[in-house]
């Protein structure tokens, strides 16, 4: 990943990260993190630049995404979700999620995994008024390009003087970290299929 963004620097982050928010399984968060990190370590990249890129390309994405909903409905996501690890599970949990909380959801679902490179979709599907989505999708998308790539680039000004032992707790303790978030987050999605599919009984149907 870093020899990507060395290599193509903010169009990395703009493709990458738009290609992520119209559906495609791509790590658009990552790149954001990676070009960040690398941004703060080397000095190479602005972390204006690629904060810019990555909102750019999230806002951009996402609509798309909002139009292919619209156009395509459920339908798409029933016929193909499986080829991008959407199962009929997680579009219910989504659909549920998005009919209860709209507007909420467009803006906090950047900042999940579950939701990132659907929502926008859903937007569509269920016929939000375009200009309500793009006021949530790009306050979202400019909150969510700051916040991590802000906090990536201040820990990347200091890897070089993470050493020692210090660095292997700081590793261990991100580590912990990850693991723990993907817990709660499965613990998560099992408690809201269960509310989804009392919503949503039975086959799923356009």
Same mark, same amino acid.
């Given at each position: 990943?870093?020899?990507?963004?060395?290599?193509?620097?903010?169009?990395?982050?703009?493709?990458?990260?738009?290609?992520?928010?119209?559906?495609?399984?791509?790590?658009?968060?990552?790149?954001?993190?990676?070009?960040?990190?690398?941004?703060?370590?080397?000095?190479?990249?602005?972390?204006?630049?690629?904060?810019?890129?990555?909102?750019?390309?999230?806002?951009?994405?996402?609509?798309?995404?909002?139009?292919?909903?619209?156009?395509?409905?459920?339908?798409?996501?029933?016929?193909?979700?499986?080829?991008?690890?959407?199962?009929?599970?997680?579009?219910?949990?989504?659909?549920?999620?998005?009919?209860?909380?709209?507007?909420?959801?467009?803006?906090?679902?950047?900042?999940?995994?579950?939701?990132?490179?659907?929502?926008?979709?859903?937007?569509?599907?269920?016929?939000?008024?375009?200009?309500?989505?793009?006021?949530?999708?790009?306050?979202?998308?400019?909150?969510?390009?700051?916040?991590?790539?802000? +906090? @990536?680039?201040?820990?990347? #000004? !200091?890897? %070089? *003087? =993470?050493?020692?032992?210090? $660095?292997?707790? /700081?590793?261990?303790?991100?580590?912990?970290?990850?693991?723990? +978030? @993907?817990?709660?987050?499965? #613990? !998560?999605? %099992? *408690? =809201?299929?269960?509310?989804? $599919?009392?919503? /949503?009984?039975?086959?799923?149907?356009?």
């Amino acid at each position: 990943m870093t020899n990507l963004v060395a290599q193509y620097g903010y169009l990395a982050v703009l493709v990458i990260v738009g290609l992520e928010s119209t559906g495609v399984p791509l790590p658009g968060e990552t790149t954001l993190v990676a070009a960040a990190l690398y941004a703060g370590a080397t000095h190479n990249l602005n972390i204006v630049g690629v904060v810019i890129a990555a909102a750019v390309g999230a806002i951009l994405g996402d609509n798309l995404g909002y139009l292919i909903g619209h156009w395509g409905g459920y339908r798409l996501l029933i016929r193909y979700g499986r080829y991008i690890r959407l199962s009929e599970k997680r579009i219910k949990i989504a659909r549920y999620l998005f009919l209860r909380y709209g507007g909420e959801v467009v803006f906090f679902g950047r900042f999940t995994a579950i939701l990132r490179a659907y929502a926008a979709f859903l937007a569509g599907t269920t016929r939000m008024p375009w200009r309500r989505f793009l006021f949530f999708n790009a306050a979202g998308g400019i909150a969510w390009a700051t916040i991590y790539g802000g +906090g @990536a680039y201040l820990l990347g #000004r !200091q890897i %070089e *003087r =993470l050493s020692g032992p210090f $660095e292997i707790v /700081f590793v261990a303790a991100a580590v912990i970290a990850v693991v723990v +978030g @993907a817990l709660i987050i499965r #613990r !998560q999605e %099992e *408690r =809201l299929a269960v509310a989804a $599919e009392k919503a /949503f009984p039975g086959p799923l149907h356009t």
